[in-house]
């Protein structure tokens, strides 16, 4: 009894810690998909939390020429609405100089430096009048402030994956990720089970050495990876900057941890299974195919997670092997593009950010369920 009192501040405490870590990592992604589905002039003038709600925004409209006044009983007359033929809204406040341009509230008369009135009505109708003729081409110029309601739209999404190349580049971040992920997988699983059942001399100095590779940078060694490829593919005629490079790269760096957490899962499941098998006359390949693969899905989908988010991510490798070409960029290189061309257009940032994190997040909710379950078995037995 004393003992689970004593465990239960400990209990709430992790409970809270997680519950802050999600709302923490939750609240952000929210906001992007929500600002990436918003119309651009309202992402300028309020943030994302107000999507919900009408908001206000600070519009310009100019009139005709006010020569083009027409005979009135109070004399000439200049009439429209700042919305358009077709526009619709609702204004609260307007004013005709850019300095107050919400100087007059909607449905009040304002005094016009030419010497004329203007009212503008709630909903968007103007009236301008003169005492005489008005001379001049010019158009007079309204300040209004429009309440909008909430809208929603695709056409951002739209427009990133057609005219600004994200969808040339989310391909070419799935031709990156998706080899880079299975060639560590396919090879480490049987590494991890020849160094964990199978009996030849120098196990565990390989052991080692896959160990000790796990703390090698990768900006250290990336330079020297990238000249040995180049030598090697220029011997052997291969071009430089191919997708192959980018998947050599990512499964030399991936290797080490992959081996090192199925390793440590393989040598934990139980002896006695192998040794029936063997008994049943069944070879290490039977072994491997039938009996540890199955029963070794947690942890292959645990590291699976770990390096389809890492390629998927990945800037520096792709920029190194398949270099800045438009056609080879990926997500990443994209997004970094845009910031320097499309800055000011939110709208622009954030559906492209979206469709970067959306596959990620995917690949973690599907397997999330054997991340713990790989990575706690692989940490805790070893043999």
Avoid: C
Avoid at 12 to 37: D, E, M, N, R
Avoid at 110 to 137: C, H, I, W
Avoid at 253 to 258: D, V
């Amino acid at each position: 009894m004393f003992s689970s009192l004593r465990q239960s501040p400990l209990l709430f405490l992790t409970h809270l810690s997680v519950l802050v870590l999600v709302i923490v990592w939750t609240i952000p992604t929210a906001g992007l998909l929500i600002s990436s589905l918003r119309q651009p002039d309202q992402i300028a003038t309020s943030g994302w939390w107000t999507a919900l709600s009408a908001s206000e925004q600070n519009n310009t409209f100019t009139t005709p020429p006010a020569d083009t006044a027409s005979q009135a009983e109070d004399g000439f007359a200049l009439s429209g609405n700042v919305f358009g033929k077709d526009g619709s809204g609702s204004v609260s406040a307007f004013g005709s100089s850019f300095m107050k341009p919400r100087a007059f509230d909607a449905g009040e008369t304002a005094k016009l430096r030419s010497g004329g009135t203007l009212t503008v009505a709630q909903n968007g109708d103007y009236r301008m009048t003169f005492d005489k003729k008005p001379e001049g081409g010019r158009g007079e110029r309204i300040f209004y402030t429009s309440v909008e309601p909430p809208a929603f739209t695709l056409r951002n999404y739209q427009e990133v994956l057609r005219a600004e190349g994200i969808g040339q580049s989310f391909i070419n971040s799935l031709t990156v990720a998706i080899p880079s992920t299975a060639i560590p997988i396919l090879i480490a699983a049987y590494a991890a089970y020849a160094l964990a059942w199978m009996r030849f001399p120098g196990r565990l100095l390989l052991v080692a050495v896959v160990v000790g590779l796990l703390v090698v940078p990768l900006q250290m060694s990336l330079i020297p990876l990238l000249r040995l490829y180049n030598g090697i593919g220029g011997f052997f005629g291969v071009p430089a900057q191919t997708y192959v490079g980018v998947w050599l790269a990512h499964t030399a760096f991936g290797l080490p941890l992959a081996i090192y957490l199925l390793r440590n899962y393989i040598a934990g499941l139980p002896r006695e299974i192998m040794e029936s098998a063997r008994v049943d006359g069944a070879s290490d390949f039977d072994i491997f195919r039938k009996i540890i693969l199955p029963l070794s899905f947690p942890a292959l989908a645990s590291f699976a997670i770990f390096q389809f988010l890492w390629t998927w991510n990945d800037l520096l490798v792709a920029l190194v092997f398949l270099g800045t070409g438009n056609d080879k960029l990926v997500l990443t290189a994209r997004l970094v593009n845009l910031l320097g061309s499309r800055g000011n257009n939110w709208e622009i940032l954030t559906a492209s950010a979206f469709i970067t994190i959306i596959v990620p997040l995917i690949v973690f909710f599907a397997l999330q369920r054997f991340l713990v379950r790989g990575l706690l078995a692989g940490s805790v037995k070893g043999g």
